[in-house]
Nanobody
């Protein structure tokens, strides 16, 4: 009864925009940090962004200036707004939660992923 579901993945052209959603079931995000990761075919999973339990956002260098992480008006939703998408952004995107964004600590719950394809 406790789970995370990602949605919003789609096929977009380079330079396009897309917003991904992460929905919590059986709990709410208000006491958790929520992060987005991605994994492209043949590559390792990498962190993209994290929003802290205090709403402080963090971004990797590739995401900064193009992506925005935010919480919804309801406590069970977190979004990742992506703009100026590049070919290297194509991947399966995952949502995960833990107590804080500190990368030294493990994430406790993961979603199943949503695929973002970027092609001209």
């Amino acid at each position: 009864q406790v789970q995370i579901v990602e949605s919003g993945g789609d096929l977009v052209q380079p330079g396009g925009s897309l917003t991904l959603s992460c929905a919590a079931s059986g709990f709410t995000f208000d006491y958790y940090a929520v992060a987005w990761f991605r994994q492209a075919p043949g590559k390792e999973r990498e962190a993209v962004s994290c929003i802290g339990e205090d709403n402080t956002p963090f971004y990797t260098a590739s995401a900064k200036g193009r992506f925005t992480i935010s919480r919804g008006n309801v406590k069970n939703m977190v979004y990742l707004q992506m703009s100026n998408l590049k070919l290297e952004d194509a991947a399966v995107y995952y949502c995960a939660t833990k107590a804080v964004c500190d990368p030294r600590y493990d994430y406790q719950l993961w979603g199943q992923g949503t695929e973002v394809a970027v092609s001209s």
